[in-house]
Each structure stands twice: as C-alpha cells, then as structure tokens.
C-alpha cells in the first residue's frame, strides 16, 4: 500500500474514518504503536490543531496529546482564552513510533517522510470534513507536512499562512520544546512567545484582521 489514500471513501463521516483508521496498515508503525490515535473533538471545531505523532501515553489511551504536551497546550487555550470545546486535535502521523525503551518509558522517535506520506491523508480527510475557520500547526513535522518542505517554523511562527483548501493557518513551535527549555527563563520565554503565536489564532477566530 503507497498510502492511506486507498483506505478513504469519499463520502465517509468523520466518525466513520475513525473506524476505518483503527485498522490502518499504511506504513510500518502500526507494527510499533499499540493502536491508531485518531484525531479527537468535535466534528464542527472551529479550530484544528495538528500535532507530529502520538507519544508514549497517548499510544496507551488511544487519545492525542493526554501527556505533559497537551497539558502545555491546554495552558497556552486558557492563556489566549480558546475555547476548548471548538477544538478538534489530531497528529500528522497517526501511530507511535519508538524503538529505546528508558526505564518504563518509551523513547519517541520522529517520524520519516515516507511515514509522513503514508498517513498524510487521514489528516486531509479530517481538515476536510471538520471544515476548521483556523489551523494550528504545532512543530516543524506538522509546519512540513502542510506547508511543503520549504517551511521553516522560526521565521513563520505567528503568521497567518494559507493552509490545506486555503484555510487561514497558523504555526508555532511543538509545545513539548517548551517543556524541554534549560532554564525557568527560558521555559518562561519560550511560554509567552507560544502564548502569543496562540492568541494570532484567537484574533482570527474572533474575525479580526490579522496582518
Ligand atoms: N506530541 C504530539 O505531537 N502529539 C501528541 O498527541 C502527543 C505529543
């Protein structure tokens, strides 16, 4: 199988895909990930925001960003007052890829270009049921995969791009390079910065102008 492409009929729903994508086998990580983390929310989210992969908790519950990332990105929602509740949040790359094992956890790795490829799809098919006003990418695996590969999250961070169909999007640094700052400065720093890439997309649901 080339890609995901063939496992997605036109007219299904999004809870159909969920369905569907459970038994994903794609490409190689469905042999190292538990199960399938599909995208979470509700279908008429006004805001869809795409993380790299599951990590190691979200492999376990099935569920995206339940670990300290998501916790992250939930602070950065309340910061810029998003609702969470107009939030559908999914990943580019549907499984957990790791091969170390560190005491009980396991050692995330990031996904290569063909796995990319290989579900890039399922996240297409999310975006165009969710019909999103605003995309979130989180991470330059996210920024890449839908923006091409020229995408350099530094210089585009906080911009309002033209995202898949055209759909307004906005892009920031992965929330777990926050977590992984050297210092409390640093963390507090890389924060606000994040806090204010969050309250571009906030500006744009509002209907605001936005340069
Ligand atoms: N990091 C991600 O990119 N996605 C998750 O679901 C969890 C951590």
Redo the contacts with the bound molecule.
């Keep these: 199988m080339e890609t995901a492409e063939v496992l997605i009929p036109e007219d299904a729903s999004l809870t159909e895909l969920r369905g569907i994508a459970a038994g994903c086998t794609a490409c190689d990580l469905h042999e190292t990930g538990t199960q399938t983390?599909f995208g979470e929310g509700p279908a008429d989210a006004r805001l869809v925001v795409?993380?790299?992969?599951?990590?190691d908790?979200?492999d376990q519950t099935g569920?995206?960003?339940?670990?300290?990332?998501?916790a992250e990105l939930d602070r950065g929602f309340e910061a810029a007052g998003i609702d969470r509740s107009l939030v559908y949040?999914?990943?580019?790359v549907k499984h957990f890829k790791w091969s170390e094992r560190r005491g009980k956890r396991r050692i995330?790795e990031k996904p290569n270009s063909i796995e990319i490829r290989s579900c890039l799809p399922w996240l297409h098919a999310e975006v165009a049921r969710v019909e999103p006003d605003v995309v979130l990418l989180?991470?330059a695996?996210?920024g890449k995969a839908l923006l091409g590969s020229g995408f350099r999250v530094t210089k585009q961070r906080g911009e309002v791009l033209e995202g898949p169909d055209g759909r307004p999007t906005v892009a920031t640094v992965?929330?777990?390079s926050i977590l992984r700052s050297r210092s409390d400065d640093q963390r507090a720093e890389a924060r606000a910065a994040f806090q204010a890439d969050l309250a571009v997309v906030a500006a744009v649901l509002a209907g605001e102008e936005v340069a």
């Design positions: 983390v795409v993380g790299e992969q599951p990590g908790l979200e569920e995206p960003f339940v670990g300290p990332a998501g949040v999914t990943n580019t995330h989180l991470g695996t996210a992965h929330p777990s």
